[in-house]
């Protein structure tokens, strides 16, 4: 089992986790593109050292979930220009929070 498996374990986890809803009648809440790839790269990042993930594993998963290459560039672009991550040597670094 790999470090990528169990990111992947874990993200799944959180996941579930986070669409059981204890109000039947909730609506749950919608998010742009932008935030939703921020909030996988985060929770991606958040299980390495130094909170910090592959660019080439971030981007896949990003791929696999429907979003497309620009909508990802767009989004890494956005949080770069803003100092909350950094893309450097094939990698996606969460600088701030």
Do not use: W
């Amino acid at each position: 089992m790999s470090v990528e498996d169990v990111q992947e374990c874990l993200d799944l986890i959180e996941e579930s986790q986070a669409s059981v809803q204890t109000d039947k009648d909730a609506k749950p809440k919608k998010q742009d593109s932008t935030s939703v790839i921020f909030d996988i790269i985060k929770s991606m990042c958040k299980y390495n050292e130094n909170c910090q993930a592959d660019y080439e594993l971030v981007e896949k998963r990003v791929l696999a979930r429907g979003f497309t290459q620009d909508q990802f560039e767009t989004t890494l672009k956005s949080y770069e220009s803003n100092n909350v991550l950094m893309h450097l040597n094939n990698r996606i670094m969460i600088v701030s929070g």
